[in-house]
């Protein structure tokens, strides 16, 4: 089954030709691959490009390191051993794009050629070539790949499955879709499995295997049981205010570790740089600053957060949240966490401050919406306590709560508009009801 990913594809198309090198990112299995060497590579091919001006090289494929002379038997490239030669690759791409004409480069796992970063950039001092690397270590999943190429890179971040993709995926109704979705997440491996063992295991597996080795190695980190006991503690707590200092107690007191909060504080760090989780700042309204601390963690994949878990804590208030998160970003909002202080008279008449949040402030150039997300709004308590701090913003730009409840959209007297979450996910141009 193709699963169709045009807000990629479109992305790609635009960047097309702008003489950067498109460098696309992305947690491992997230389908930078399927995007470059499937979608992208088919519509150069209808667009009219000759299939001999387009080079498409894997670093991975035995078949395509035998085509520059490398000797299989040496080359351990899963191990690191030995990366690619780079003479042998630059020799292969010059027989292969003589003349003035222009070909479209197409790297993948680029990061298991030797010197990489140089190879690319004399690339850039060629005008005919346009050049497209994806790559899937801890070593290119971080940022410091875009810091090398500052000024000269364009950076496309690929995401695992939104629900909207997922449901092209799925054989059933959008309800029973969105059950599993909250629980296995979007990776497209995973998407595309039958049963739930398989899935289970899989992320299981890709979890212990391939994302928490490749931080365990690339900072040589010794403290292996505390970064996976961290890893817990982060996924039970999604979507929850906290600070390193707290975590620093939760150790001291529970896993009776000595572990620093500058320590963790690093590990939520090498964790953000392979784009596992978000650390995503408070942002108080009024007084129009940020707030260090605490902040809140969200999943790049919930179905990852699951597996660390077992599958044994499975709260739909907290993932419906980490979703729409997700669904912000993928839709290219900047997204911070919403704090308005309240006063109020406490029961003595003494005036106090309280503090609301708000779960999400997003924004999009010269656009702003304030959102909660609520589960369920089963009484007007309930409904009151989600309005509460977004009556208390006096500007005008749009307050919305999402609510998993079957209603159609609609606005209150305040302008506080309620929608439906499918209404939300499905729909690109929601917030705009």
Known sequence: MEIKRDYYLEKLIRKK??????????????????????????????????ENHIIKFAFDSGRDLLKIGEDLMDLDVLSGERLVDPKKFLDYIMSKTKGGEKFYILLDEVQLLASFEQVLNGFLRQDNFDVYVTGSNSKFLSKDVITEFAGRGDEIHVMPLVFSE??????????????????????????????????????KGQL??????????????????????????????????????????????????????????????????????????????????????????????????????????????????????????????????????????????????????????????????????????PSVEKMNQEKASLLTIDDSFKKIIIVNDRVKPFLDKHGILTMNLFDFLLNKESLDF
């Open 166 to 203: 997922f449901l092209q995926t799925y054989d059933g109704d959008k309800e029973d879709a969105f059950t599993d979705y909250q629980v296995y997440g979007g990776l497209p491996a995973q998407a595309l499995m039958k049963t739930e063992e398989d899935k289970m295991n899989y992320l």
């Open 17 to 50: 030709d702008n003489g950067l090198i498109k460098i696309i990112t992305g947690i491992r299995r997230s389908g930078k691959s399927y995007l470059l060497n499937h979608l992208f590579y088919n519509h150069l091919l209808e667009s009219g490009v000759d």
């Open 208 to 377: 212990e295997n391939v994302y928490l080795r490749d931080i365990v190695h690339r900072y040589d980190i010794r403290l292996t049981a505390e970064l996976e006991d961290l890893l817990n503690i982060l996924a039970s707590g999604t979507a929850t205010l906290t600070n390193p200092t707290k975590l620093a107690s939760t150790f001291s007191s529970i896993k009776k570790s000595k572990i620093s909060a500058n320590t963790i504080d690093k590990f939520i760090g090498y964790f953000e740089d392979a784009f596992m989780l978000k650390r995503v700042y408070r942002y108080d309204v009024k007084g129009r600053k940020y707030i260090g601390t605490p902040y809140k963690l969200y999943f790049e994949d919930v179905g990852l957060r699951n597996a660390r878990l077992n599958f044994r804590q499975i709260e739909p208030t907290h993932l419906m949240e980490n979703i729409i998160y997700n669904e912000l970003r993928y839709r290219g909002y900047m997204v911070d966490v919403g704090m308005v202080v309240k006063r109020e008279k406490d029961k003595n008449n003494k005036d106090i401050k309280k503090q609301l949040e708000v779960d999400f402030i997003a924004n999009l150039g010269s656009k702003r919406y304030y959102i909660q997300s609520a589960y369920r709004l």
